[in-house]
């Protein structure tokens, strides 16, 4: 039995992306799927705690950045503060920093929230 492949449709699809990429997995031709990536990837608890530290600073500041969502930041922050005093739970940290991360890319056009972007992107994880 042979199949008929001349109705089936060839989709070629681009991907660019700009900047540092880490830890990316890409799915294609699926519908309503769901995926599992696990992280190993050690935490660099010194580094992190020294970032948090600066971008706590700005919390006197987070009403006027973040509006709305400012409470969200702020427990994100606390958060992800506690996980890396405490030197445990990775995984609560990089929600807890996907969390601020997401309400800073709302917020980009503030020039706090950009810094705080970039702050973020220096802790590895």
């Known amino acids: ?3 008929d492949l001349s109705n089936i ?4 699809y681009s991907i660019r ?3 540092d990429v880490n830890d990316v997995q890409i799915q294609q ?3 309503n799927s769901s995926q599992i990536y696990n992280i190993n990837s050690e935490v660099d608890y010194d580094k992190a705690i020294q970032i948090l530290n600066e971008i706590n600073k700005y919390i006197p500041m987070f009403a006027n950045t973040y509006g709305e969502n400012c409470k969200i930041a702020e427990t994100a922050l606390n958060e992800a503060l506690e996980c890396v005093s405490k030197k445990k739970n990775p995984s609560k940290l990089r929600n807890a920093l996907s969390i601020l ?3 800073s890319l709302q917020a980009s056009s503030s020039l706090i929230a950009t810094g705080i972007l970039e702050l973020l992107k220096q802790i590895k994880i």
């Open 101 to 103: 991360k997401d309400v």
């Open 9 to 12: 449709q060839n989709n070629n």
């Open 1 to 3: 039995m042979k199949k």
């Open 29 to 31: 031709k699926t519908n």
């Open 17 to 19: 992306i700009n900047g």
